[in-house]
């Protein structure tokens, strides 16, 4: 495989951009934020102080720059995109966070080999839409030593329905054939004031654009948190989340056996609050089986998705029906609490089935998923063997 037949990669490369800033203007907020992210995980930032530290996909660095002013020994920053790398370097160094310890090393995440073991390992906001999210999923987590950390992101049709409706609703503005620039010119009206009803977001409006919206991912999957569960039991354990979607009543004294079950708790938990990932306002409990059919639903729309964006096709009708079968699923719960986001579902509909203009739209403009999860792991220490791709 060349570097061309990476999705992900062969966009930003292809038009030498890296959109991926967070807004660092208050850097206190900033560290706040993150601080507030690695508790939700387990990891209080002064346990980083003297560890050994491997990033797959820093992008620009602005996060790193919270990671490496927390004290690691060691620090391996891995991105394919020049451009990422060139800015994240610039970034460490502006804040003095490029000592000794810091190493940045340009490489596909599927050509990089070392025989070192970490004792955690990031790979924040590369996972999903890649062509292999499992493979690579495989490959990032062989790096970590036996009762090392393992932090990741995982997205699921259901989390980002919303974003899927978004991509559907811009078809018509979007034309490959235009700079990268008029296209955004185009939509920053329509979703400019969608993002602005997203409070806590942190990306400025283009860059999320360019992300989401105009970034292709017909031919990449999602990876779901039972997804990456499941890919990881027999080596793994679940920590921490973001959100922190379980509780786990258990008397650590009866925990006994290395399979301890902490999998299994996680994972029916998300199976429970599957509707709860469709709209960032609403926290809600169900049985595992409604779970499983609205993530269902939500991969029906995914693939509609994915398949217009493949024939570059504007046919509105599928795309209405995935939204409706959502919809009413999510309306077999019948919970008080859903009903803003049913209203945005059904407007979304309407407009996608040629009703309703864009800008009579009221309800949906404030409909957000919880997009990415967070997820950390413990690499078990009875378990044997190491990544397949490592040599
Ligand atoms: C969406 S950005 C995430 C940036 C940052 N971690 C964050 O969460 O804000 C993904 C980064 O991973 C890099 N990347 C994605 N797939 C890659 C691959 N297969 N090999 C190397 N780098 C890759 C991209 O170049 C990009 O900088």
Same mark, same amino acid.
């Given at each position: 495989m060349t570097g061309d037949d990476l999705p992900l990669l062969e966009y930003y490369r292809r038009h030498g951009?890296? =959109?991926? +800033?967070?807004?660092?203007?208050?850097l206190e907020r900033h560290v706040r934020r993150r601080d507030s992210l690695y508790r939700l995980l387990g990891l209080? =930032? *002064?346990?980083? $102080?003297?560890r050994s530290v491997l990033e797959f996909g820093p992008g620009s660095g602005h996060n790193s720059l919270v990671t490496a002013g927390w004290g690691p020994a060691r620090y391996v920053l891995v991105d394919g995109n020049p451009r990422a790398l060139a800015e994240c370097r610039d970034l460490l160094a502006v804040h003095g966070r490029l000592g000794p310890a810091v190493t940045l090393v340009e490489s596909r995440f599927e050509d990089f080999r070392r025989p070192e073991r970490f004792d955690l390992v990031l790979a924040e906001g590369c996972l999903p839409f890649q062509l292999d999210p499992e493979g690579l999923l495989d490959h990032v987590a062989g790096f970590v030593a036996p009762g090392g950390l393992l932090v990741i992101t995982t997205v699921s049709p259901l989390s980002i329905a919303a974003e899927i409706i978004r991509r559907l609703m811009c078809r018509p503005l979007i034309d490959p054939a235009l700079s990268l620039e008029t296209q955004l010119a185009r939509l920053r009206p329509l979703l400019a004031p969608h993002l602005a009803a997203l409070s806590g977001r942190s990306r400025p409006v283009d860059d999320w654009l360019l992300d989401n919206i105009l970034h292709p991912f017909h031919e990449t999957r999602c990876l779901a948190l039972a997804q990456a569960i499941d890919r990881l039991a027999d080596r793994f354990d679940v920590l921490g989340g973001s959100p922190a979607f379980w509780t786990d009543f258990r !008397?650590?004294?009866?925990?006994?056996? !290395?399979? *301890?079950g902490f999998n299994a708790v996680a994972r029916e938990a998300s199976r429970r609050s599957?509707?709860?990932?469709?709209?960032? *306002?609403v926290v809600i409990g169900h049985q595992p089986d409604q779970g499983d059919r609205l993530e269902a639903a939500a991969t029906d729309l995914w693939q509609v998705m994915c398949t217009l964006e493949r024939r570059r096709a504007r046919d509105p009708a599928p795309a209405a029906a995935a939204v409706k079968a959502l919809a009413d699923h999510l309306a077999?719960?019948?919970?008080?609490?859903l009903a803003p986001c049913l209203d945005a579902l059904r407007e979304a509909e309407d407009h996608l089935a040629g009703r309703?203009? +864009?800008?009579?739209?009221? $309800?949906? =403009?404030a409909l957000w998923g919880r997009g990415q999860q967070y997820l950390s792991l413990i690499r078990r220490a009875d378990a044997g063997g190491c990544g397949a791709d490592v040599e």
């Open positions: 951009i890296s =959109p991926v +800033a967070q807004d660092i203007s208050d209080p =930032p *002064r346990f980083l $102080a003297g !008397w650590y004294k009866t925990l006994t056996q !290395w399979d *301890r599957a509707a709860s990932l469709i709209d960032h *306002r077999l719960l019948g919970a008080a609490t309703l203009p +864009a800008e009579r739209m009221t $309800a949906f =403009p």
